[in-house]
């Protein structure tokens, strides 16, 4: 998860009303930024209102836990969800309520559910309307492309998996790394070839036949260009209909977490443990390091829900 309550970017909206609403957007300039949003009554909905009026009908509300494995997700997405509110609470924090009816059902305070990729927690529920609350942290919005977000968007959402649970996907925390914009949408029979454009710091990470999350979406990236800083991905039929990706259009900006065993193969690779096996100057201790490189690389694989 972001931190398991970190947040990430904060994109311009593209709606905005006329009206003079208070803006949002100072959170981009510093951590430190005290912004001030008029939360407007849930009767009257505005991107950038939230009611955090607590609602009478909770049947199944439980007290607050901590969630013990429940930061794991599979880029399976169960559910598109609709924002019913967004903006400022009275607490001086930013949240999301969301309408669901699948994650919702045994859903706790303190879950970890995945919107668009992001790793959020559940911080009020109401089963009878069937719609839960998560809060935004400010890094979370400069991060991710939930700003982008309004009343009546919709956005993947995931539950995280229990430990029993299928690994239909692959292994994703919820953890987003940045974002990429759609550069190119194209159809060809009943699949859409998707292109996005991303920071170069983040292509690193990004190879052919590779896993990627899009949005909270377990994805096979098919070609990489690098001279463009793109990549792009095939939806199928099936996926299409079950994932928000299709519905946005070029311009518009997507979440990305890259695979995580690139950057532990990276961590490792650069805190000098290469040089140390070519600095060895007896064979018998080349082969072992080399061993014990091949058999972390093979454990970080398995953890990662890669397969090489």
């Known amino acids: 998860m972001v931190l398991s309550t970190s947040l990430h970017s904060l994109c311009i909206i593209p709606h905005t009303s006329q009206s003079k609403i208070p803006s949002i957007f100072n959170l981009l300039k510093s951590p430190l930024a005290k912004p001030h949003l008029k939360i407007n009554p849930i009767f009257k909905p505005s991107s950038l209102s939230l009611s955090t009026r607590p609602s009478k009908l909770r049947p199944k509300t439980q007290n607050f836990r901590t969630p013990t494995i429940r930061s794991l997700f599979t880029g399976i997405v169960e559910e598109m969800g609709e924002i019913k509110q967004l903006g400022m609470a009275d607490h001086g924090g930013f949240d999301l309520k969301i309408h669901a009816k699948t994650v919702i059902e045994d859903v706790h305070l303190g879950d970890s559910i995945a919107v668009n990729g992001t790793c959020l927690t559940v911080t009020d529920f109401d089963t009878h309307l069937g719609e839960f609350t998560v809060g935004l942290a400010p890094e979370t919005l400069r991060k991710t492309s939930l700003s982008e977000l309004e009343p009546g968007s919709l956005v993947n959402l995931e539950r995280a998996i229990p430990p029993t649970g299928r690994m239909g996907g692959h292994f994703v925390q919820g953890h987003v790394d940045g974002t990429a914009e759609i550069v190119g949408k194209q159809v060809e029979g009943d699949s859409l070839w998707i292109k996005v454009k991303t ?21 096979t990236v098919v070609d990489v260009f690098e001279e463009e800083l793109c990549f792009n991905f095939m939806l199928v039929a099936y996926t299409r209909q079950k994932v928000v990706i299709p519905l946005k259009e070029i311009g518009q900006k997507v979440n990305l977490e890259v695979d995580i065993l690139g950057k532990y193969v990276e961590r490792l690779l650069s805190s000098g443990f290469v040089d140390s096996i070519k600095g060895s100057r007896f064979p018998e201790t080349h082969n072992k390091v080399s061993s014990c490189f091949t058999y972390v690389v093979f454990t970080l694989v398995v953890e990662s829900g890669s397969y090489l």
């Not at 920071?199 to 994805?219: E, H, M, Q, R």
């Open 199 to 219: 920071d170069k710091n983040l292509l690193k990470y990004v190879v052919p036949k590779g896993f990627i999350a899009i949005d909270g979406t377990s994805l």
